[in-house]
Each structure stands twice: as C-alpha cells, then as structure tokens.
Nanobody, 125 residues
Framework: QVLLVESGGGLVQAGGSLRLSCAASGLTFSLYDMAWFRQAPGKEREFVSTLNWRGITHYADSGKGRFTISRDNAKNTAYLQMNSLNPEDTAVYYC???????????????????WGQGTQVTVSS
C-alpha cells in the first residue's frame, strides 16, 4: 500500500522559514506526481504546489516567490521549502501523490488519490 508521511511542521515566527518533508513508500516514486495542500481551521483544503513526474512545477498565488517544491527520487521524498512565512500560512499541510500522466499539471484535491496524515504549521505574529 502507498504510505505518505509528512514531517517538519512546527511553530515559527512571522518572517521565518520551514522545510516540510514527505516520505513515500509503496510506490514507484519517480512515476508519481507529488503535491502539497493545506487546510486552515474553518476553511477548505487548498492547493499549494505540485511537482509532477516530468519535473514541471506549479504554485498557487499564495506561495509564489516564497515556497519551493522539490523531490529526491533516490530518497522517495518530496519537500516544500517555505520562506517569509506569515500568519496566513498557518494550516495543516498535506502531502499528496498520484500516478503521473503525460505532462499534465494537476491542482485539484480530487486529482490525487494518496494523502499523508498532515503536519501542523503555525506562524505567530
């Protein structure tokens, strides 16, 4: 079975940085699109970033210029580097995976079939 485990969340002051990790198992990692979503209290889960199996990246406007997604296929791990954090970034961050398909970039929750348990990111003001 596919298992995704996020780590790296925590409490950080506004302006600080965090690097989230997503360790994957039970899949051929290099063939999968990887993505990050987040969900704040009382809000819907929203797209943050994706790096598909062809190496194409895409970012939501909320993270452009501040967030960087990457992956290490040898380690079966995806990352999200978050800089210049602000309180609006406070949320549970989820890693997601889905078998890659051509050169398509996918940004919808329903596009991904596998999800991690989430890691809490709290940014204080």
């Amino acid at each position: 079975q596919v298992l995704l485990v996020e780590s790296g969340g925590g409490l950080v002051q506004a302006g600080g940085s965090l690097r989230l990790s997503c360790a994957a198992s039970g899949l051929t990692f290099s063939l999968y699109d990887m993505a990050w979503f987040r969900q704040a209290p009382g809000k819907e889960r929203e797209f943050v970033s994706t790096l598909n199996w062809r190496g194409i990246t895409h970012y939501a406007d909320s993270g452009k210029g501040r967030f960087t997604i990457s992956r290490d296929n040898a380690k079966n791990t995806a990352y999200l580097q978050m800089n210049s954090l602000n309180p609006e970034d406070t949320a549970v961050y989820y890693c997601a995976a889905e078998r890659g398909r051509d050169w398509v970039v996918r940004i919808g929750v329903s596009d991904y079939g596998y999800w991690g348990q989430g890691t809490q990111v709290t940014v204080s003001s």
